[in-house]
Protein backbone atom coordinates (compact mmCIF):
# COMPACT_ATOMS: atom_id res chain seq x y z
CA UNK A 1 0.00 0.00 0.00
CA UNK A 2 0.96 3.66 -0.71
CA UNK A 3 2.18 5.23 2.01
CA UNK A 4 1.09 8.63 0.18
CA UNK A 5 -2.27 7.64 -0.45
CA UNK A 6 -5.09 8.51 1.52
CA UNK A 7 -8.71 7.82 1.66
CA UNK A 8 -10.13 11.34 2.84
CA UNK A 9 -7.92 13.08 -0.29
CA UNK A 10 -10.40 11.22 -2.50
CA UNK A 11 -13.58 12.88 -0.64
CA UNK A 12 -11.32 16.62 -1.81
CA UNK A 13 -11.35 15.64 -5.32
CA UNK A 14 -13.62 17.62 -7.78
CA UNK A 15 -15.60 14.74 -9.94
CA UNK A 16 -13.57 13.49 -12.97
CA UNK A 17 -14.13 14.89 -16.87
CA UNK A 18 -15.63 11.13 -17.09
CA UNK A 19 -17.89 11.45 -14.54
CA UNK A 20 -18.90 15.65 -15.65
CA UNK A 21 -19.23 13.40 -18.86
CA UNK A 22 -21.77 10.77 -17.77
CA UNK A 23 -23.91 13.17 -15.98
CA UNK A 24 -24.07 15.98 -18.73
CA UNK A 25 -25.08 12.65 -20.84
CA UNK A 26 -27.87 11.55 -18.50
CA UNK A 27 -29.55 15.21 -18.38
CA UNK A 28 -29.26 15.74 -22.01
CA UNK A 29 -31.03 11.68 -22.12
CA UNK A 30 -33.97 13.53 -19.51
CA UNK A 31 -34.42 15.98 -21.81
CA UNK A 32 -34.75 13.94 -24.83
CA UNK A 33 -37.11 12.12 -22.82
CA UNK A 34 -38.86 15.50 -22.26
CA UNK A 35 -39.14 16.10 -25.28
CA UNK A 36 -40.60 12.51 -26.69
CA UNK A 37 -43.44 12.94 -24.14
CA UNK A 38 -46.77 13.44 -25.40
CA UNK A 39 -49.08 16.58 -24.93
CA UNK A 40 -50.53 15.25 -21.96
CA UNK A 41 -47.51 13.79 -19.82
CA UNK A 42 -45.59 17.12 -21.11
CA UNK A 43 -48.08 19.33 -19.15
CA UNK A 44 -46.99 17.55 -16.05
CA UNK A 45 -43.33 18.27 -15.80
CA UNK A 46 -42.58 21.29 -13.83
CA UNK A 47 -41.18 23.62 -16.47
CA UNK A 48 -40.97 26.97 -16.86
CA UNK A 49 -38.58 29.97 -17.99
CA UNK A 50 -35.79 29.27 -21.11
CA UNK A 51 -35.62 25.80 -20.26
CA UNK A 52 -39.30 25.36 -21.38
CA UNK A 53 -39.25 27.78 -24.53
CA UNK A 54 -36.18 25.23 -25.44
CA UNK A 55 -37.65 22.20 -25.32
CA UNK A 56 -40.54 23.55 -26.72
CA UNK A 57 -38.86 24.70 -29.80
CA UNK A 58 -36.88 21.15 -29.76
CA UNK A 59 -40.77 19.90 -29.72
CA UNK A 60 -41.23 21.41 -33.15
CA UNK A 61 -37.85 21.22 -35.11
CA UNK A 62 -37.88 18.66 -37.85
CA UNK A 63 -34.22 18.58 -38.66
CA UNK A 64 -31.94 16.09 -37.59
CA UNK A 65 -29.34 18.13 -37.11
CA UNK A 66 -31.06 21.05 -35.54
CA UNK A 67 -32.58 18.81 -32.98
CA UNK A 68 -29.55 17.32 -32.22
CA UNK A 69 -27.87 21.12 -31.38
CA UNK A 70 -31.42 22.13 -29.62
CA UNK A 71 -31.02 18.65 -27.29
CA UNK A 72 -27.20 19.80 -26.25
CA UNK A 73 -28.85 22.92 -25.10
CA UNK A 74 -31.15 21.57 -22.95
CA UNK A 75 -28.70 19.81 -21.58
CA UNK A 76 -26.59 22.91 -21.00
CA UNK A 77 -29.56 24.40 -19.43
CA UNK A 78 -30.32 21.41 -17.21
CA UNK A 79 -26.75 21.07 -16.13
CA UNK A 80 -27.52 24.79 -14.58
CA UNK A 81 -30.37 24.31 -12.71
CA UNK A 82 -31.61 22.06 -10.31
CA UNK A 83 -33.20 19.27 -12.13
CA UNK A 84 -34.86 17.63 -8.49
CA UNK A 85 -38.23 18.40 -9.19
CA UNK A 86 -38.08 17.27 -13.16
CA UNK A 87 -36.89 14.12 -12.43
CA UNK A 88 -39.27 13.26 -9.71
CA UNK A 89 -42.21 14.50 -11.67
CA UNK A 90 -40.74 12.13 -15.11
CA UNK A 91 -40.25 8.95 -12.65
CA UNK A 92 -43.84 9.69 -10.88
CA UNK A 93 -45.00 9.77 -14.87
CA UNK A 94 -42.80 6.69 -15.78
CA UNK A 95 -44.09 4.78 -12.53
CA UNK A 96 -47.44 5.62 -13.21
CA UNK A 97 -47.34 3.93 -16.70
CA UNK A 98 -45.97 0.80 -15.08
CA UNK A 99 -48.39 0.76 -12.54
CA UNK A 100 -51.04 1.00 -15.19
CA UNK A 101 -49.50 -1.73 -17.47
CA UNK A 102 -49.60 -3.67 -13.84
CA UNK A 103 -53.47 -2.70 -13.86
CA UNK A 104 -54.00 -3.84 -17.26
CA UNK A 105 -52.93 -7.39 -16.89
CA UNK A 106 -54.58 -7.93 -13.87
CA UNK A 107 -57.44 -7.22 -15.44
CA UNK A 108 -56.59 -9.37 -18.51
CA UNK A 109 -56.19 -12.19 -16.30
CA UNK A 110 -59.75 -11.85 -14.42
CA UNK A 111 -61.45 -11.68 -17.76
CA UNK A 112 -59.57 -14.68 -18.77
CA UNK A 113 -60.23 -16.90 -15.37
CA UNK A 114 -63.96 -15.72 -16.03
CA UNK A 115 -64.04 -16.76 -19.61
CA UNK A 116 -62.62 -20.37 -18.35
CA UNK A 117 -63.51 -21.16 -15.57
CA UNK A 118 -67.18 -19.63 -16.03
CA UNK A 119 -69.59 -18.49 -14.02
CA UNK A 120 -68.56 -19.80 -10.86
CA UNK A 121 -65.49 -17.49 -10.78
CA UNK A 122 -67.99 -14.52 -10.85
CA UNK A 123 -67.71 -14.47 -6.88
CA UNK A 124 -64.34 -13.62 -6.93
CA UNK A 125 -64.69 -10.61 -9.39
CA UNK A 126 -67.68 -9.69 -7.02
CA UNK A 127 -64.84 -9.84 -3.60
CA UNK A 128 -62.33 -7.44 -5.35
CA UNK A 129 -65.74 -5.36 -6.89
CA UNK A 130 -68.31 -5.42 -4.45
CA UNK A 131 -70.19 -2.30 -6.81
CA UNK A 132 -70.08 -4.81 -9.85
CA UNK A 133 -73.35 -5.88 -11.17
CA UNK A 134 -73.62 -9.74 -10.50
CA UNK A 135 -76.34 -10.36 -13.38
CA UNK A 136 -74.75 -8.61 -15.85
CA UNK A 137 -71.55 -10.04 -15.55
CA UNK A 138 -72.74 -14.01 -15.23
CA UNK A 139 -74.65 -12.83 -18.59
CA UNK A 140 -71.55 -12.09 -20.47
CA UNK A 141 -69.26 -14.68 -18.59
CA UNK A 142 -72.24 -17.31 -20.29
CA UNK A 143 -72.36 -15.51 -23.08
CA UNK A 144 -68.41 -15.81 -23.82
CA UNK A 145 -68.63 -19.15 -23.08
CA UNK A 146 -70.93 -20.15 -25.70
CA UNK A 147 -68.67 -17.86 -28.15
CA UNK A 148 -65.81 -19.93 -27.00
CA UNK A 149 -67.59 -23.43 -27.71
CA UNK A 150 -69.14 -22.10 -31.49
CA UNK A 151 -65.54 -20.45 -32.47
CA UNK A 152 -67.06 -17.26 -32.67
CA UNK A 153 -65.51 -13.81 -32.19
CA UNK A 154 -64.71 -13.01 -28.45
CA UNK A 155 -67.29 -9.91 -28.72
CA UNK A 156 -68.26 -10.79 -24.61
CA UNK A 157 -64.96 -11.21 -23.62
CA UNK A 158 -63.89 -8.06 -24.75
CA UNK A 159 -67.11 -6.69 -23.15
CA UNK A 160 -65.95 -8.44 -19.82
CA UNK A 161 -62.47 -6.27 -20.09
CA UNK A 162 -64.31 -3.33 -21.40
CA UNK A 163 -66.67 -3.78 -17.50
CA UNK A 164 -63.74 -4.84 -15.76
CA UNK A 165 -62.08 -1.75 -16.60
CA UNK A 166 -64.83 0.71 -15.71
CA UNK A 167 -65.07 -1.19 -12.21
CA UNK A 168 -61.61 -0.73 -11.62
CA UNK A 169 -61.81 2.75 -12.42
CA UNK A 170 -64.28 3.90 -9.96
Not at 26 to 46: E, M
Not at 67 to 88: S, Y
Not at 127 to 156: F, I, M, S
Amino acid sequence: MNQWYNDEDDQDLPPSKSQLKREMHALQQLGSKIVKLSIGQYATIPLEGILKEAIDTARRIKSREGLRRQMQFIGKLLREMDTAPIEQAFSELESGRVNAAIRFQELEQWRDRLVQEGPNSVEGVLEQYPQADRQHLRQLVLQAGKEQKTNKPPAAARKIFKYLRELDKQ
